[in-house]
Nanobody, 115 residues
Framework: QVQLAESGGGLVQPGGSLRLSCAASGIAFSNYAVGWYRRAPGKQRELVATLTIGGMTNYADSVRDRFTISRDNAKNTVYLQMNNLNPEDTAVYLC?????????WGQGTQVTVSS
């Protein structure tokens, strides 16, 4: 019954911006810590950003000051605003929700940064 669905990925030029969305069904994001991860070809999955129930955020050093994680509880949606993108940001981005040691994952959305 629980599904997370990412959207908003695509092709963008270096220096451009994208906003990823993650819509949930079966759970209320307001009751979960949420996060974004990414997986690039040939690389390990890495944490991009997290947002706790209490509102505390954490970012990977490589994206801090460029990316912003947020949530809209009324829409039951989590966002990742990505600015000043560079080719190293190219990856499949996945959202996740966690509570009481149980985590849910979306399928991911592709972000490609190239000129």
């Amino acid at each position: 019954q629980v599904q997370l669905a990412e959207s908003g990925g695509g092709l963008v030029q270096p220096g451009g911006s994208l906003r990823l969305s993650c819509a949930a069904s079966g759970i209320a994001f307001s009751n979960y810590a949420v996060g974004w991860y990414r997986r690039a070809p040939g690389k390990q999955r890495e944490l991009v950003a997290t947002l706790t129930i209490g509102g505390m955020t954490n970012y990977a050093d490589s994206v801090r000051d460029r990316f912003t994680i947020s949530r809209d509880n009324a829409k039951n949606t989590v966002y990742l605003q990505m600015n000043n993108l560079n080719p190293e940001d190219t990856a499949v981005y996945l959202c996740t929700a966690e509570r009481d040691f149980r985590d849910y994952w979306g399928q991911g959305t592709q972000v490609t940064v190239s000129s």
